[in-house]
């Protein structure tokens, strides 16, 4: 057997289940998602962030371009297996690291890969990049859970660049890989959820004020420039990219059943 022929072999042992890993985990998160978001539209329908509803198109159009996301991710995951399997990358397998070191590698590629994310998003919002990369994601200007990974295929590999880019620099368990990914789709569909989802009192704690939240990532897409972070609001604060409104509109939104309530209150005999 060649060598070609026994990479052939790995290749059809490892990449479907990464494929099956790599699907599963966006049409679990968006359906679960867009599930509850729906059982829940009456409760929920004044934590809507823009008066326009996502159409169909842009369904259909977000959730093809999440599958071709999903199998471009999959064959990028491959490449950090096999790349780990010859030694140039550093995914490890076997004994499970002790849960200290399972935090610090966890942390550290979340911090990592929320940087990447800033200076490539800002990147593909230069008006050359923008068309080729990244226009496709702004189709969606009223996102949806679905349009978690709705990447042009350029910008799909730019994204899927963090783990391989990771991998060079830090050695990670593959367990470590597993919780990132999956803390990235979770992050990701409710960034998109078009709902906002946080309690009112999120942005007056200083802790939780450096996590994004869905009004955050909403008010990049209606307006198409500032809040360019993913996970924390850091970057966009030192950079001064931070939407002006961005807490007005927060806590107006998470306050208006409150004032409902208080208004019903007065208006009442
Ligand atoms: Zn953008
Ligand atoms: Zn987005």
Avoid: C
């Amino acid at each position: 057997m060649t060598s070609f022929d026994a990479f052939l072999q790995v290749f059809a042992t490892a990449w479907p289940v990464i494929l099956a890993i790599d699907l599963s985990r966006y049409l679990v998160a968006a359906g679960v998602l867009a599930f509850i978001l729906a059982v829940f539209q009456r409760t929920l329908a004044h934590r809507r962030i823009q008066p326009r509803r996502a159409t169909a198109a842009d369904l259909r159009r977000e959730i093809t371009f999440s599958l071709l996301t999903v199998l471009i991710f999959s064959l990028v995951g491959f490449g950090v297996f096999a790349g780990s399997r010859y030694g140039i990358l550093h995914v490890y397998r076997g004994d499970l690291p002790t849960p200290g070191r399972l935090l610090l590698e966890i942390s550290t590629i979340v911090v990592l890969h929320d940087a990447y994310f800033y200076w490539t998003h800002r990147a593909m919002h230069h008006r050359w990049l923008f068309r080729r990369f990244h226009r496709l994601h702004h189709l969606s200007r009223t996102p949806s859970p679905w349009a978690a990974y709705a990447f042009a295929p350029l910008e799909a590999i730019v994204e899927a660049g963090i783990l391989p880019f990771a991998a060079l620099l830090l050695p990670m368990h593959e367990l470590t890989v597993l919780i990132f990914v999956t803390h990235m789709i979770v992050r990701n569909v409710i960034g998109h959820a078009g709902i906002e989802l946080f309690p009112h009192w999120w942005l007056r704690v200083p802790l939780l004020r450096a996590l994004t939240t869905t009004t955050h990532h909403d008010l990049h897409h209606a307006h198409g420039r500032y809040n360019y972070g993913l996970y924390f609001t850091w970057w966009d604060r030192w950079l001064g990219t931070t939407h002006p409104q961005y807490q007005q509109r927060f806590e107006a939104l998470t306050q208006r059943r409150t004032i409902a309530r208080f208004q019903e209150g007065q208006t009442k005999p």
